[in-house]
C-alpha cells in the first residue's frame, strides 16, 4: 500500500475587529466577499488545499472574534500554529497601531518554540478611496521590517486584489515552519494487492 | 537469517510480478488529459490516459502525470495516441505504480492511477458543453471510491489526433467516447436510462435493473451517441476479419439506428464476461455467438444477463437491494460491494423524496463507507480526506450543479469541510430520523400516560442505560443509577404559544395582574407567546413593567421610561466634548462596525434609506432602525457607566443627572443573573464598554418594542440576565461554562470522557451559544421563542444552559462516533448553526432539567441512607453549582 503524507497547516488571523479577516478568509477559500459578515463570535476555521512548491497542503485558517475581550479563548485556538497573520486596516490607524499587542499576545499564548515563527502582515482594505488612507505602505513596511522582516501585503478582500499572494506566502512560510507530520494516508487505488503488501503497519 | 531469506523471497516474488509485467500492450492512450489536483486550480495536471493490457491479460486502466513519464517511452504513448487503431499495440514499459518512498508531500506521481478496468464499477461521461469545453469522465470503482475526473483537452494535441483517420469535416474525435469506445471492446459496459452519461462496467443484473439498462439508453448528446452494450471478445481484438451476423446487426439497427461509427467497429459478439471470469465462462461466452454490428440483441442481453448474474449478483445480493431509493448504495458510485457483509435495512425517509435527493444522499452514504474503512486513520490525515483530490470528485461538479438548484439537497450537501465533520453532518441526518420516532412514541406516552412504561428504554436511550452501567466516572455513584428506566416517566410539558385571549384574562379591570407571577412564568415557559402581545409581555419579563403595575400606573411608567432615556442620551448626543473624547469616539466606531452587519437580512433592519454617517463601510447604507441601534447601545454605555460600583466609566458625567438606573437594575434584575447562587449581593460593574454580541442581543429586543425608548429599556433588562457574560474578565462566561462542564459530567458521563479525549473540555464550542443566547444558531423567530422561554425563569434562571445540554445530547452520538479532536467538534457545532429544531430541543432542555432534579433527589437519598447506616456517606455530593441550577427564582 502505497503511503501518502498529507501536511496540514495551521493559520490564524489576528487583528483588530472589524479590519477584514473574515472577509480575507472567504475570499481565499470560497471566492466570495459580503460586507455582511456578522462579527466573529469566537472562532471558526476554513480548509484549503493548495499547491505550495508542488506540494499539496491543506490549510486550516482560523478566523478569530477582533474584539481584544476575547483573547483569553486564544490559547485554546492558537495552539500548533504554523503562520500568524496580523491583519490591520490601511483606512483606520488605530487598527495598525494594536497590531504591535495582537502579535505579542499571540506568542504569549501560542508560545511558538521557534524564535522565528512566520508572521505575514496584512493591510486591508486598500479598494477605499486613497483621501481615506491613515497608513501609508512605507510605515507600515517599516514597521514589518523592525519586526524580522515580516512579509507585507496589501490587500483588498472586496475586490480580490493581493488576497491569493498574500496566501501563497502564508502557506509557503507555514509550510517552512511545519515540522513533517508522518500520516499514512491510504492509496485510494490498489495496483495490484499481492504485490503492494504493507509490512510496516501494524493496524 | 530467517529475516533475510524472508526478505529475499519477496524480492524474488517482486521480480516474478515485473516480469510478468514486462511487455505490456499499450491499447489506447491519450495525452493531455487533465486531473485537477486542487478544487481551483483551472487546468490541473496533465497527463496520459492509457489502457495498458499486461501480459497476463488484465487491463489497466492507468493515468500518468506527463511529469512522470520517462522520456523513452514519451514517444510511445504520443505514438499510438495519433494513431487511433486498436489493432496497434506497443510496447511500453509498465504501469508505474505509486510507491511508498519518503516524499513530504505532494508530488506529480502520486497522483498517478492504475486499476484494473474489473475494479471500475461505473462511468460518468460528460462530453463537452458550452460551459465545459473539454468535458470529463469520472471513474467510480467498485467498493465506492472514484479516481479524480479526467478532462479531455484537445488543444495542444498533436495534430494527428486531433484530425485522426476520420473524414474530412468530421468533428474530431472526443477523447472521453474515444475511452468508452475501446473499453468497450475490453469489458461489458451498459448505458444507465436513469443516470444520462452514467455507464455500468460488468454491471449486475440488479445494476442493470436499477439503470433501465435494458431499455436503448439514452443518447448521451446530439454529438456523442450512447455507448451500447456492444463488446468484443478479447482474443479477437487483432482480427481484422471478424464474423458478422448480419440478423443481429439488422436488428440492432431497427433499435439504435443512430448508431455512430466509431462505436461499430466490426467485431465479434460475446457474452460479456467479467474479465475476471473464469475460463470456463470465457469459453462458453466464445462459442455463445456470432458477431453484431452494434448493440447486441434483447436476447443476447438476456444471456448475457444470466452469466453476469451466476458472478457478481451473488454478492450484492441482500435484502435492502431491490430498489434505487433502498439506501442500500449508489448504483453510480458503486457502494454497492461492501454491502454484502452489512445489509442496510431501507431507511424510511428516503422512500418519498425525489430522485435526485436521493442520489445525493445515496452518494454520502458511499461516503460514509469510505470513510468507515478509514476510520483507523490518525486525526490529522482525516481532518483532510475530504479535500484529498479524489474525494473531490466523489460528488461531480455537474451533480453539485444539480443539487443547487434543489432546496431540499442543498440542505444535505453544504460544503466539504474535513472528513470527520463531514462524515459526522451525514451521519446526524440519519440518526436525525431515528430521532424522529423515538420522539414521537415519548410524545404518545406524553398523551397517553396510562401506557407509558411499555415503551420505555428503547432506541438510543436502551444504549444510554449501558452507559450508566459501564462508566466509572468522576460521579461514580451517579454511574449505577438506571437513569433512562427512571426517567422514562418524564415528560416535557411544552404547548401552545400563550394567546392574546389568554393574556387579557390574566388581569383585573384595573389591568392588575390577578393570577400569580409564577402562573405566567410557567405558561410562558410551556409555550412562549403569540407575536401579537410580544411587545407588551416582554415589558414585564425585562423588568419595564412591575409585575403588580395597573394599566394606569403603566401609562405613568411609559412617560417616566422616555423620559429617562432621553436623558441619559442628551448626556452624550448634546455634549461636543463628550463626542469628540477618545473613549466615545473609539466606542462610536465599534458599535458602528457591529451594528451595519447585524441582522441585515430581516426587514426592520435591511433597508438602506440613509447614507452611512460612519462612512467606512464602502457600499453598505443605514437606515432609521440603524441608527437607533447605534443610539441605544451608546447610550446604554452612559446607563452602564452609571450603574453601582462601576468601576470604569466611560464617560465623566454628572451623576446626579442620571435617571434612577440603581432602581432599574433592581427592579430588572430579580436574581435572574448569572450567577451561581441566588444572592444578590451587587457585585462590581465590569462592563466596560461596549463588546461584540451586544448588538446580537439588541437587534431582536428592539425589533419587538419597535421604539426607541422601550427598545433601550428591554435591552437594559435583556442585559441584567446576560451582562455577566461581557465583563472584561469573562467570569459570566467562565462560571457558565464550568456548570455546563458538570452539567455534561453528570447527565453524560460517556460523553463526558469523550470531549476530555478531545482536549474539548474548555467547552469553548458552546461560547457563541451562551455569550449571545444561541442569537446566531437560530432563525430570527426562534430567537423570540427561545428567548422568552430563557426570561420565564421558570425552573432555573440558567436554562439556556440546559437548551446547550439538549443540544449536545441530540448530537452526542454523531460526535462519539465521529469526531476525534477540539476542532472537529468546533466545526461541527458551528455548523449547526441554522439547523436546530427549537421545539424540540425545549423538550429535551425540560426534560434534562427534570432528569438532574432526579439524580441530585437520588444522590440525596443514598447519602441520607448511607449516613444512618453507617455514619458517613460514601457518594460525592452533588457538586453545588448543580445544585443551584435547580434552585428556582422564588
Known amino acids: 500500500m502505497a503511503s501518502r503524507k498529507k501536511v496540514l497547516l495551521k493559520v490564524i488571523i489576528l ?137 507585507y501585503f496589501e490587500t483588498s478582500a472586496k475586490e480580490a486584489i493581493n488576497v491569493e499572494q498574500a496566501f501563497q506566502t502564508i502557506a509557503k512560510n507555514a509550510l517552512q515552519q511545519e515540522v513533517e507530520v508522518e500520516i499514512d494516508f491510504p492509496d485510494p487505488i490498489k495496483i495490484d494487492s499481492d504485490t503492494s503488501k504493507d509490512f510496516g503497519c501494524a493496524c | 537469517m530467517e529475516d533475510d531469506s524472508f ?75 495519433s494513431q487511433g487503431d486498436n489493432d496497434v499495440t506497443r510496447f511500453v514499459a ?14 506529480p506521481s502520486d497522483y498517478e492511477v492504475s486499476i484494473p478496468l474489473q475494479n471500475i464499477y461505473s462511468m460518468l461521461v460528460y462530453p463537452p458543453r458550452m460551459r465545459d469545453r473539454h468535458g470529463s469522465v469520472i471513474i467510480n470503482l467498485i467498493g465506492g471510491e472514484s479516481l479524480p475526473a479526467f478532462f479531455f483537452h484537445e488543444d495542444g494535441l498533436p495534430s494527428a489526433v486531433k484530425k485522426g483517420k476520420l473524414p474530412a469535416g468530421a468533428p474530431p474525435t472526443w477523447g472521453g467516447q474515444e475511452l468508452l469506445s475501446t473499453m468497450e471492446q475490453l469489458v461489458d459496459i451498459v448505458g444507465s436510462a436513469i443516470e444520462p452519461g452514467v455507464y455500468l462496467v460488468n454491471a449486475s443484473h440488479a445494476d442493470k435493473i436499477n439503470h433501465g439498462a435494458e431499455s436503448p439508453p439514452r443518447p448521451l448528446s446530439p ?55 473464469d475460463a470456463e465462462s470465457l469459453s462458453r461466452s466464445a462459442t455463445a455467438t456470432g458477431s453484431a454490428t452494434g448493440p447486441i440483441t434483447m436476447e443476447g442481453m438476456r444471456r448475457r444477463r444470466s452469466l453476469s448474474d451466476s458472478g457478481r449478483d451473488k454478492v450484492k445480493d441482500g435484502p435492502a437491494y431491490h430498489q434505487t431509493a433502498s439506501g442500500s448504495g449508489s448504483p453510480m458510485m458503486g457502494g454497492l460491494a461492501n454491502d454484502s457483509s452489512q445489509p442496510r435495512t431501507p431507511l424510511p425517509f428516503e422512500t418519498h423524496i425525489d430522485p435526485l435527493v436521493n442520489t445525493v444522499k445515496e452518494m454520502r452514504w458511499n461516503i460514509l463507507e469510505r470513510f468507515s474503512q478509514v476510520a483507523r486513520f490518525s486525526r490529522d490525515a482525516a481532518t483532510n480526506i475530504l479535500d484529498h483530490p479524489i474525494t473531490k470528485q466523489i460528488l461531480p461538479p455537474h451533480v453539485q450543479q444539480r443539487i443547487q438548484d434543489s432546496e431540499a439537497a442543498k440542505r444535505v450537501m453544504d460544503d466539504y469541510d474535513s ?45 444510554r442505560i449501558n452507559d450508566h452501567e459501564d462508566e466509572e466516572g468522576p460521579l461514580g455513584a451517579f454511574n449505577v443509577l438506571d437513569l433512562e428506566t427512571e426517567c422514562s416517566a418524564i415528560h416535557h410539558t411544552r404547548t401552545e404559544p400563550l394567546s392574546p385571549m389568554d393574556w387579557f384574562s390574566f388581569f383585573n379591570e384595573m389591568g392588575c395582574l390577578k393570577v400569580s407571577e409564577a402562573h405566567v412564568r410557567e405558561a410562558v415557559f410551556r409555550g412562549g407567546i403569540d407575536h401579537d402581545i410580544r411587545i407588551e409581555v416582554w415589558k414585564f419579563f425585562l423588568g419595564i413593567y412591575p409585575w403588580d403595575s395597573t394599566e394606569a400606573e403603566r401609562v405613568v411608567i ?45 426587514s426592520f433592519f435591511a433597508s438602506e434609506t440613509l447614507p452611512n454617517p460612519a462612512g467606512d ?99 437594559v433588562g435583556l442585559m441584567e440576565k446576560t451582562k455577566r457574560n461581557f465583563y472584561r474578565d469573562q467570569v459570566g462566561m467562565q462560571s457558565q461554562l464550568e456548570t455546563l462542564d458538570k452539567l455534561i459530567q453528570v447527565l453524560d458521563p460517556k460523553l463526558y470522557k469523550h470531549l476530555e479525549k478531545c482536549e474539548a473540555l474548555n467547552l469553548f464550542f ?6 449571545i443566547w444561541f442569537k446566531r444558531e437560530f432563525e430570527w423567530v426562534d430567537i423570540m421563542k427561545l428567548w422568552e422561554v430563557l426570561f420565564s425563569d421558570h425552573l432555573t434562571t440558567q436554562f439556556q444552559l440546559f437548551v446547550a445540554m439538549a443540544v449536545l445530547d441530540k448530537h452526542r452520538d454523531v460526535i462519539m462516533d465521529h469526531l476525534q479532536g477540539f476542532d472537529e467538534i468546533l466545526k461541527y457545532v458551528n455548523d449547526l448553526s441554522m439547523t436546530i429544531n427549537l421545539e424540540e430541543t425545549l423538550q429535551d432542555a425540560e426534560i434534562l432539567y427534570r432528569r438532574l432534579e432526579h439524580v441530585v433527589d437520588k444522590v440525596d437519598t443514598k447519602r441520607a441512607e448511607e449516613e444512618q447506616a453507617t455514619g458517613t456517606a460514601t457518594t460525592p455530593e452533588v457538586p453545588t453549582i448543580l445544585r443551584n441550577l435547580l434552585k428556582t427564582r422564588s
Not at chain 2, 464474423?243 to 433499435?255: F, V, Y
Not at chain 2, 440603581?662 to 430588572?668: G, R, Y
Request: net charge negative; hydrophobic share 35%; glycine share 4%.
Open chain 2, 94 to 107: 509498465p504501469p508505474r505504480s505509486p510507491n511508498s518512498t519518503n516524499r513530504r508531500s505532494f508530488h
Open chain 2, 419 to 463: 472528513a470527520r465533520v463531514y462524515l459526522a453532518k451525514w451521519a446526524a441526518t440519519v440518526a436525525d430520523q431515528g430521532d424522529r420516532e423515538r420522539r414521537e412514541q415519548r410524545e404518545m406516552d406524553r398523551l397517553h400516560p396510562n401506557q407509558h412504561g411499555k415503551h420505555k428504554a428503547h432506541g438510543q436511550d436502551g444504549r
Open chain 1, 15 to 151: 487583528g483588530e475587529s472589524g479590519v477584514g479577516k473574515t472577509s480575507l478568509m472567504n475570499q481565499y477559500v470560497n471566492k466570495k466577499f459580503s460586507n455582511q459578515y456578522k462579527a466573529t463570535i469566537g472562532a471558526d476555521f476554513l480548509t484549503k488545499e493548495v499547491l505550495v512548491d508542488d506540494r499539496l497542503v491543506t490549510m486550516q485558517i482560523w478566523d478569530t472574534a477582533g474584539q481584544e475581550r476575547f483573547q483569553s479563548l486564544g490559547v485554546a485556538f492558537y495552539r500548533g500554529a504554523d503562520c500568524c497573520v496580523l491583519v490591520y486596516d490601511v483606512n483606520n490607524a488605530k487598527s495598525f497601531e494594536t497590531l504591535e499587542s495582537w502579535r505579542d499576545e499571540f506568542l504569549i499564548q501560542a508560545s511558538p518554540r521557534d524564535p522565528n515563527f512566520p508572521f505575514v502582515v496584512i493591510g486591508n482594505k486598500i479598494d477605499m478611496e486613497e483621501s481615506k488612507r491613515m497608513i501609508s505602505q512605507k510605515r507600515a513596511m517599516a514597521w514589518c521590517q523592525s519586526k524580522g522582516n515580516i512579509p
Open chain 2, 223 to 277: 454529438k456523442v451517441q450512447p455507448v451500447l452494450p456492444l463488446s468484443q471478445q478479447r482474443q479477437h481484438i487483432e482480427l481484422d476479419h471478424p464474423l458478422r451476423d448480419t440478423e443481429a446487426e439488422d436488428e440492432s439497427e431497427r433499435l439504435y439506428p443512430k448508431l455512430e461509427e466509431t462505436i461499430s467497429e466490426p467485431s465479434v459478439l460475446y457474452l460479456s464476461p467479467d474479465v475476471n471470469a
Open chain 2, 558 to 602: 411609559r412617560s417616566t421610561k422616555a423620559e429617562e432615556y432621553y436623558a441619559l442620551k442628551r448626556e452624550w448626543f448634546d455634549d461636543a466634548a463628550v463626542q469628540e473624547s477618545e473613549t466615545f469616539q473609539e466606542q462610536k466606531l465599534r458599535i458602528e462596525k457591529d451594528v451595519h452587519r447585524t441582522d441585515r437580512t430581516i
Open chain 2, 766 to 771: 458552546c461560547f457563541r451559544w451562551l455569550l
Open chain 2, 7 to 81: 526478505v529475499a523471497q519477496m524480492e524474488d516474488i517482486h521480480l516474478d510480478q515485473s516480469a510478468l509485467f514486462a511487455q505490456p500492450k499499450l491499447l489506447f492512450s491519450r495525452p493531455k488529459v487533465f486531473v485537477k489536483t486542487t478544487p481551483d486550480n483551472k487546468d490541473g495536471m496533465p497527463g496520459f490516459l492509457s489502457l495498458i493490457e499486461t501480459s497476463n491479460y488484465e487491463y489497466i486502466m492507468s493515468w500518468t502525470p506527463e511529469a512522470c513519464i520517462p522520456g523513452l517511452d514519451e514517444d510511445s504513448y504520443i505514438d499510438i495516441s
Open chain 2, 617 to 715: 463601510f464602502t457600499g453598505v447604507g443605514s437606515n432609521e432602525n440603524l441608527e437607533l441601534l447605534k443610539d441605544i447601545l451608546l447610550t446604554y454605555n452612559v446607563w452602564a457607566s452609571k450603574a453601582p460600583s462601576a468601576t470604569s466609566p466611560l464617560l465623566s458625567m454628572d451623576k446626579k443627572s442620571a435617571a434612577s438606573p440603581v432602581a432599574a437594575a433592581e427592579e430588572s434584575s430579580n436574581g435572574s443573573d448569572n450567577s451561581n447562587t441566588n444572592v444578590t449581593t451587587p457585585e462590581p460593574n465590569m462592563l466596560d464598554g461596549y463588546v461584540q454580541g451586544m448588538s446580537d442581543l439588541l437587534a431582536p429586543v428592539f425589533a419587538v418594542m419597535g421604539d426607541e425608548v422601550m427598545g433601550f429599556w428591554a435591552f
